[in-house]
């Protein structure tokens, strides 16, 4: 069965600073991707996704993802943190079997 | 507008009552989700369905129980036998392509506490 991690637990970053999350999945063949996004008492917001073809994905919100085959990563980054990106961030595998696994998340505070 | 409505968005249960979370999409998606969400473990999956009037369970499947009498409703209920129900429940649907390249949607949420 596929896992996921997510080794940050929480990121304090300033406003207008760059934000990579770290996301490390377990599974034997190629994965789908996906990171989600959820404000306090809310549900989940679809960052990006990655199915297949470039490894270099582009999401809502001025956020890009990696594929790295090798390393066993996807991890979201954005260049310039806004204050409105504090929120608590998913990462996501799927196996092809239309069932999803969740990291624990990593919630992102942004400074003044 | 299409999407994913649940209801309530709070839901208080007294000890011993059986309590149902609602769950509507008009997305005509195939397949619907429940997840149970508490601080610092993620999404763990309760039930699921891809089909009218068939679900699985999911990981976490005790003390809760689901319907699919209809496409766009999948609603689940948390048993007196649920010791613990306090948390944050999230409904999700998505279609079902082949080749597994589906992408879940996610509903509002509804926080279950326990009086």
């Known amino acids: 069965a596929q896992s996921v991690t997510q080794p940050d637990i929480h990121i304090t970053v300033s406003e207008g600073a760059s934000l990579e999350l770290r996301c490390n999945y377990s599974?034997?063949?190629?994965?789908?991707l996906f990171w989600y996004v959820q404000s306090p008492g809310q549900g989940l917001q679809l960052l990006l996704k990655?199915?297949?073809?470039?490894?270099l994905v582009q999401g809502i919100k001025g956020f890009e993802a990696e594929f790295k085959r090798s390393q066993s990563s996807f991890n979201l980054r954005k260049p310039s943190v806004h204050w409105s990106d504090a929120a608590e961030y998913f990462c996501?595998?799927?196996?092809?079997?239309?069932?999803?696994?969740f990291g624990a998340g990593t919630t992102v505070t942004v400074r003044a | 507008d299409g999407g994913i409505t649940q209801s309530p968005k709070y839901l208080f249960r007294k000890e011993g009552q059986n309590v149902t979370l609602s769950c509507e999409q008009n997305?005509?998606?195939?397949?619907m989700y429940w997840y149970r969400q508490d601080p610092g473990q993620g999404l763990r999956l309760i039930y699921y369905?891809?089909?009218?009037?068939?679900?699985q369970k999911g990981d976490i499947a005790e003390g809760y129980s689901v319907s699919r009498e209809k496409k766009e409703s999948f609603p689940l209920t948390v048993t007196s036998a649920q010791k613990n129900p306090t948390a944050f429940y999230l409904c999700?649907?998505?279609?079902?392509?082949?080749?597994?390249?589906?992408?879940?949607?996610f509903g509002p949420g509804t926080r279950l506490l326990v009086l």
């Open positions: 369905s891809q089909i009218v009037n068939d679900f």
């Open positions: 990655y199915f297949s073809g470039d490894t």
């Open positions: 599974y034997g063949a190629t994965p789908y």
């Open positions: 996501a595998v799927g196996a092809g079997d239309y069932k999803l696994s």
């Open positions: 997305l005509n998606h195939d397949a």
């Open positions: 999700a649907s998505t279609n079902l392509p082949r080749g597994g390249e589906e992408t879940q949607y």
